[in-house]
Structures are given as structure tokens and as C-alpha cells.
């Protein structure tokens, strides 16, 4: 597709339930990125991927947190037992290879509230 | 690891007047400067962007300059319209498909 498709939009969890969340990168693009925005605007990145090979994974919280990106399917993130600080708006973005360039483009974004 | 400072945190200003959004940022290394807008309910959309070996570079309304020396970028806004409140974020990258690292972003009110 055209556009960077995130799913669910909205996603009210338990404290410790499971969390997943999907991102159909557009069409071409071999970069994938996850970004964690929290209130006050911060963004905070999470992981990126370069096809279904993890790239950079220096913002990845190693004890809940997990991500994958597999041939033929969806990129996921996924978030084990849930906490109330992991309330935030996830965003994907994907970016193309080749030439150097380097915009990405976002998704709409998967709102996460833990209660 | 690169750290980026944007200001101010808001700003108003009248219909066809000017807007400016000022960030600096840490690492050297950074090359990559790409600004977005972000409006409610929606993810960032890339805007404009500049390269560390150009120094202004302008889109329509919008133009955005680059201080590698001091490490100062800044976003102009020229003839503004109500349509261009959002929240504006700057940020900096190494580039290559590196991460970008956020400013903390300017909501930028465009009062008719």
C-alpha cells in the first residue's frame, strides 16, 4: 500500500495483560521503525528493522518488549505484562532502501492505555 | 547519544504573520534534520528536511537553515494560514536509515 497502516488504533489492556500491535510498512520500503510517544509529545524511539533483521534495537525496553518483522506478514510489536507507564501512542514508520534516502513515513498510530 | 532542544514549546501568532521554531542539537555526527508536523489524533508528516552540506533549502511558505557549526537549525514559516496549527517537531538522524532523535515540539496556534 501507499500508506504506512498501523492496527488496532485504540487498545485498552489490564495492568499485566499481553499487548500486540501490528504495521504494514508501505509497499517497498525494507526499513521499519518503532517509536514510543508518551504525554508532552515525547517521542522515544523503540527498535528498527531492515527487512525481517533487527537493525537498531537501543531503545528496546529487553524485559516486556518484544518486536519482529516476518516475510509476507505484518510487522508486530508486542508488550507482556502490561504496566501503567507503557500508556502511550505507538507509532511505526517505514522508510525505502537505495539512493540514500532516509524519509520516513508514519503511520496513524496504535493508542495504548493501560488501566 | 544525540540530544536535540526545540523552542519554544508554543507559539501564537496572526494569520499571515511569520512563525519561527528554533532547535539545537548535540552530536556532530548528525546530518539528517527533518521537520514534521503533527496534527491531533495523526502521525508525524514529513514537512521539509535539510542535509548538513546545504544551509537553507525552501519549500513554497516553508524554509528551514542549518548551522553545522553551531548546531542551530530553525524552521520558517512565512504568510501563515490557520491550517498550519499542529505541533511542530524538528529532529536529527546520522542518516543512512538511523533512528531520528525527537525535539520536544512547538504547537503552533495560527490565530485568523
Known amino acids: 500500500g501507499e500508506e504506512v497502516a498501523q492496527t488496532p488504533k485504540h487498545l485498552v489492556r489490564g495492568e499485566g495483560q499481553k499487548a500486540k500491535l501490528y504495521c504494514a510498512p508501505i509497499k517497498g520500503h525494507s526499513y521499519v521503525f518503532w517509536y514510543q510517544q508518551v504525554l508532552k509529545n515525547e517521542f522515544k524511539f523503540l527498535i528498527s528493522f531492515q527487512n525481517e533483521n533487527v537493525f537498531d534495537e537501543t531503545g528496546m525496553p529487553k524485559e516486556r518488549f518484544s518486536a519482529k518483522c516476518l516475510p509476507n506478514s505484518p510487522c508486530s510489536l508486542e508488550i507482556q505484562a502490561t504496566k501503567l507507564e507503557d500508556s502511550a501512542v505507538y507509532f511505526c514508520a517505514s522508510s525505502q532502501s537505495g539512493g540514500g534516502v532516509t524519509e520516513a513515513f508514519f503511520g496513524q498510530g496504535t493508542r495504548l492505555t493501560v488501566v | 547519544g544525540e540530544n536535540v532542544e526545540q523552542h519554544p514549546s508554543t507559539l501564537s501568532v496572526q494569520e499571515g504573520d511569520s512563525a519561527v521554531i528554533k532547535c539545537t542539537y548535540s552530536?556532530?555526527?548528525?546530518?539528517?534534520f527533518p521537520w514534521y508536523k503533527q496534527e491531533l489524533g495523526k502521525g508525524p508528516q514529513l514537512i521539509i528536511d535539510?542535509?548538513?552540506?546545504?544551509g537553507e533549502k525552501k519549500d513554497q511558505r516553508i524554509a528551514v537553515t542549518l548551522n553545522k557549526t553551531a548546531k542551530h537549525f530553525s524552521l520558517h514559516i512565512t504568510e501563515t494560514q490557520p491550517e498550519d496549527s499542529a505541533v511542530y517537531f524538528c529532529?536529527?538522524?546520522?542518516?543512512?536509515?538511523?533512528?531520528?532523535?525527537f525535539g520536544t515540539g512547538t504547537k503552533l496556534q495560527v490565530i485568523p
Open positions: 529532529a536529527a538522524s546520522k542518516g543512512g536509515y538511523q533512528k531520528v532523535t
Open positions: 552530536d556532530s555526527a548528525s546530518n539528517y
Open positions: 535539510i542535509r548538513s552540506n546545504v
